[in-house]
Nanobody
Framework: QLQLVESGGGLVQPGGSLRLSCAAS????????MDWYRQAPGKGREWVAFITNDGTSKYSDSVKGRFTISRDNAKNTVYLQMNSLKPEDTAVYYC?????????WGQGTQVTVSA
């Protein structure tokens, strides 16, 4: 099985920065792409960014220019650098991996942006 564990969430003031990490372990081979999603209380899960094995990345319009997704293949880890954070970025952030036609999810990490 494939396991994904997010970390790096916390409380930050508006305009601040956080870096989230998603560490993959177990059956990590043949992952096609990895994504970050987020879900605020009472709202649906929103796609944030993805990165492919060749390094191609895309972002939702709501975070474009502020967030950067990256990966460290040696550590089997994907990152989400979040800058210029806004209160509306407050959510549980989830890591997702596509492998063998099945989607895998991490447990999520809470990000709260508040003064």
């Amino acid at each position: 099985q494939l396991q994904l564990v997010e970390s790096g969430g916390g409380l930050v003031q508006p305009g601040g920065s956080l870096r989230l990490s998603c560490a993959a372990s177990g059956s990590i081979f043949s992952i096609n792409a990895m994504d970050w999603y987020r879900q605020a209380p009472g709202k649906g899960r929103e796609w944030v960014a993805f990165i492919t094995n060749d390094g191609t990345s895309k972002y939702s319009d709501s975070v474009k220019g502020r967030f950067t997704i990256s990966r460290d293949n040696a550590k089997n880890t994907v990152y989400l650098q979040m800058n210029s954070l806004k209160p509306e970025d407050t959510a549980v952030y989830y890591c997702h991996a596509a492998k063998g036609g099945y989607g895998y999810w991490g447990q999520g990490t809470q990000v709260t942006v508040s003064a």
